[in-house]
Every structure is written in C-alpha cells, then in structure tokens.
C-alpha cells in the first residue's frame, strides 16, 4: 500500500456491481442494515439511466506494479436553490474499502467533485449529511473547506 497512487473518475455503468458491493457493506458498517441486493442494484442501474439525478465518481488505487482495483466512491446528486438561481450537490453515499481508508481517497474523490464544480457556472456549493456520532468523518469534511450547516435534517420515508 506504500506505494499506491488514488485517481478519481468519473464511474461508468460497469462499475455498477462495486457501487452495489460498496453500499451493501456502507449499509452494514454504518447502520448494522441488511439492503436489498436487487433494489440497489435497480437504483444504483436507474441513475445510470438517468443522469439528469446526478453521477457516481470512482476511486482507483493503482500499485507499483500497475494493477489496480477500484478503492472507494461517492455519489452527486442535484438540488435545486432558487435562492441561489444554482444547483447544490450533494455528496451521497460515501464508501471506501477498509484497506484504504486514511490514506486519501475521499480527499482525492472530493477534489475532483469540486474540479467538476468549477467547470459547471450552475452550482453554487456542497452539501452531504452526516451522522452526529461520526467524528472522524466530520474532522475529514471540516479539513476539506465544509463547514456544519445550522439546519437540522428531518425526514419521512414512504
């Protein structure tokens, strides 16, 4: 791991399966929840199709020798602010393999979300919730620029 390089990119339909794996495992380690293996491959499939909803960035890690393996991911979705007469994104489904963790791949993954942006005069900023008792992901936002908003999130699921 000493030598791997991180590259982020923009993921394509045939890193649908890893994003599948990728959010079952965030599901179990964050929220001890069991997804539908089906239902999230038909949603992580439909945005796909559906690029109007927003994208999913890859993260690479690439050893010394030039093989690589797809290390984390994230995805944008769009908001809409009148507001702001701008688009907010927000930065969804965070996922790094264990093995990569603290090493810069969300700082890498987050950078070129933010490359993205500047090219786009449509968005105006970031957004992303995050649990209250994840510190360590917190410090990380922070470090990057973010700041805690004053809202509260609430929500109802149908």
Known sequence: ?????????????????????FNLAMARETESLELSPAT?????GSLFDNPQFGFYVMAEARG??????RAGSLLITYEWSDWRDGL????QSVYVRAEHRRR?????????????????PRVRGFRLYVERE????????????MDASHYVMYEEII
């Not at 969300?106 to 490359?115: H, I, M, P, Q």
């Not at 994840?134 to 990057?144: C, F, G, I, P, V």
């Open 64 to 69: 010394a020798g030039g093989a690589f393996e």
């Open 88 to 91: 907010f994104w927000w930065v």
């Open 1 to 21: 791991m000493r030598d791997t390089e991180y590259t982020a990119r923009l993921a394509t339909l045939d890193d649908a399966p890893v994003i599948v794996d």
């Open 104 to 120: 810069g791949v969300y700082t890498v993954l987050y950078e070129f979300v933010k490359r993205l942006a500047a090219a786009d």
């Open 134 to 145: 994840n510190a360590a992901a917190q410090k990380t936002y922070e470090r990057l620029g």
């Open 40 to 44: 999230l491959a038909s949603g992580v």
